[in-house]
């Protein structure tokens, strides 16, 4: 009995740490919106991100660190110095910040 406990433990961590991976997976890449026509692109990659606006007047990055818990990414970037955190639901192919709806690419 025991022995099977342990072995459902050890399954269930397992899981876990799948799951906690899986989440990572379907970030990773860019992800698109655009609003009044401004392009904002995301590209995320291991723990870090590059956010990028572009108009045909304009072109400015951001970059920054983020995390993931279930469906909640936690974003977090320096912006003149001060900590600026966003927070978005990922959801499929969809990702909400603030509102804001991007769409992987």
Not at 34 to 51: D, E, L, W
Request: hydrophobic share 40%; glycine share 10%.
């Amino acid at each position: 009995m025991k022995k099977r406990i342990t072995i459902a433990a050890v399954l269930l961590f397992a899981v876990m740490l799948v799951c906690v991976g899986c989440g990572e997976l379907k970030l990773k890449g860019s992800w698109v919106t655009y609003q009044n026509g401004v392009q904002v692109r995301i590209t995320f990659a291991s723990g870090s991100f590059t956010m990028t606006y572009s108009s045909q007047s304009q072109y400015e990055t951001v970059t920054g660190t983020y995390t993931i818990d279930g469906s909640t990414v936690t974003m977090t970037a320096y912006v003149n110095g001060s900590p600026q955190v966003l927070i978005g639901t990922l959801s499929g192919d969809t990702l909400i910040i603030q509102g804001i709806v991007f769409t992987k690419q």
